[in-house]
């Protein structure tokens, strides 16, 4: 979670994966802010390749997508697979 995509001179991309079901959001929240409020990172790819999975965790994800996007840019990129939370 969180590579940092190394320019040598220029602006760092971020990507920030969420793979296989979504049980917990830990790992993809502190990828996302860490990422947000670093100075170095100027977007952030959001790569998903998911079947989704519980409810809780998936709207944490999601709110604060719509929350840190008024901090820098934020894509996403979409797996093979890439299905809504809400076992």
Known sequence: ???IAQGALGPKVAVVDV???IEDS???LTALYKNAYSESVKAIVLRVNSPGGAVGPSQE???AVK???SKKPIVAAMGSVAAS???
């Open 67 to 69: 929350r840190l996007k």
């Open 61 to 63: 994800i999601y709110e």
């Open 26 to 28: 830990h790992e993809v």
């Open 1 to 3: 979670f969180g590579a």
């Open 85 to 87: 939370g809400g076992l």
């Open 19 to 21: 793979r296989g079901v």
